[in-house]
């Protein structure tokens, strides 16, 4: 068996809401093999979204531990991390977080731009990602000018311009309708099969958690079920 990509051991992750205590991770274990496309699934507020920023290292946890690509997350200092998750991490979110004045090949080529690309380089590569998104034809628009399914193919052009090992999609097709999400989420296993990368999508919706290769149960904070077995 190859070494999982993502390895997480007994994480837990607590919140304080003034005097309550919220526990919203309980000793979650989860190993995600290179090239794997896995849904996380469950109720609301059962953890799903807070263990993918724990795992991705967008949050700290309090026990626990997180090895991505063999490295140990805790072990990293933020710097270390933000530039590790720069390099090797992808991010598609509910929200698309464009910037709204600028073209959306300006969007996609920025990243490599603050990573010190040249900018030659770096829209020629952003124009190859929108190509690879079906959207060659709108380089040059603005997200107003857009659709909601167009905007989220822009956001994943974007996760998608450093070559990651990693994509983490937080319910990315959660302001789209069924078609725009249908078409969304083809795209992403399209993606993930052409290029064998790792995707880790937090959803609630049952369809497409099965377009996935397994499903990742939660509730109340663990895992329930890890998809092995057949049992997804």
């Not at 997480?8 to 991770?25: C, D, I, M, P, W």
Request: aromatic residues 4%.
């Amino acid at each position: 068996m190859p070494q999982p990509i993502i390895d997480a051991q007994n994480v837990h992750k607590s919140f304080r809401t003034g005097k309550v205590e919220v526990h919203a991770l309980r000793g979650i274990n989860l190993a995600v093999e290179p090239g794997e496309m896995v849904a996380i699934m469950g109720p609301s507020g059962c953890g799903k979204t807070t263990m993918l920023n724990c795992l991705s290292g967008l949050d700290e946890f309090d026990e626990g531990e997180v090895f991505i690509e063999g490295v140990n997350l805790q072990e990293m200092g933020d710097r270390k991390r933000t530039s590790y998750r720069a390099e090797r991490m992808g991010f598609v979110f509910q929200t698309f977080n464009l910037l709204p004045v600028i073209s959306a090949v300006e969007n996609v080529e920025l990243p490599l731009l603050v990573s010190g690309v040249k900018p030659k380089d770096a829209r020629q590569r952003a124009l190859d990602a929108l190509a690879q998104v079906g959207l060659s034809d709108r380089a040059d628009h603005r997200p107003a000018e857009l659709s909601a399914g167009q905007r989220q193919r822009v956001t994943i052009a974007r996760a998608l311009i450093n070559n990651p090992a990693i994509v983490w999609a937080d319910e990315p097709t959660g302001n789209l309708d069924s078609e725009s999400a249908e078409d969304v989420m083809e795209l992403l296993r399209k993606l993930n099969d052409e290029q064998n990368q790792t995707l880790i999508v937090v959803t609630h919706n049952r369809e497409i958690g099965e377009l996935c290769d397994r499903i990742v149960r939660m509730r109340d904070g663990q895992v329930l079920d890890d998809g092995r077995n057949g049992r997804a």
